[in-house]
């Protein structure tokens, strides 16, 4: 199979709705020192691309930003979620335009001022729910909404029943403990059961990809 095939496989029917990318180690965590950077393979990073490129916008915390120093977006729009507003050492990623989405306390305060004179788009999300916020992206025209996380994104969406699909690669680290769970907050209860729409194996690394079957 190509590359080409694969990542097409690996993605499924293209559809409307929202999706969440993540990777996690054989127990559960979402990071290795800090970070996913060890984690994954070559296919994750293409399929971490390919879901990029299929999204009209990509939401993430801006945690996950900084600890994985997302550097300019040049395609599809990033939209990142900041209570704090504060972005110091990723001037260039401000400056190539992404949307800031906060809730409405602070979307008229001078940290949002100063990053809107910056380049970013400063939304409101009303009281803060993650429901709000992709309300207000669908108003931008987004139909097809990607999340890459962190933990806490990835827990809001799911709570709220944010979520149509969830690729989850398996990577095959293994260490004592869980450094940061993939899932964390209140998604975890109730829980969410999921239906496997395809698993496959590429160097001992497992891409899973799953469909809602219910809400919470």
Known sequence: ????ALIEHLMGPD???IRLI???????????????????NGTDAQLFAALREWADIAVIGSATVKSEEYGPSTSTR????SHSLDF??????IASGPIVLT??????????RRLANAGAEVISTGTGTMSEAIAALRAQGARRISCEGGPSVYSAFIAEG?????YLTLDPHLSPSVEKPVVDGAATSPA????????TAVDSTVFLRYRRTQTP
């Open 1 to 4: 199979m190509s590359d080409t």
């Open 15 to 17: 559809r409307e709705g």
């Open 22 to 40: 993540a990777v996690s180690t054989l127990h559960g965590s979402a990071t290795i020192d800090g970070t996913s950077g060890p984690m994954g």
């Open 78 to 81: 990033l939209a990142v979620l």
């Open 88 to 93: 110091a050492g990723f001037e260039e990623f």
């Open 103 to 112: 809730p409405e306390e602070r979307a008229s305060s001078p940290e949002a």
């Open 162 to 166: 944010l979520m149509d699909k969830l």
């Open 192 to 199: 969410l059961k999921l239906e496997l729409e395809n698993v």
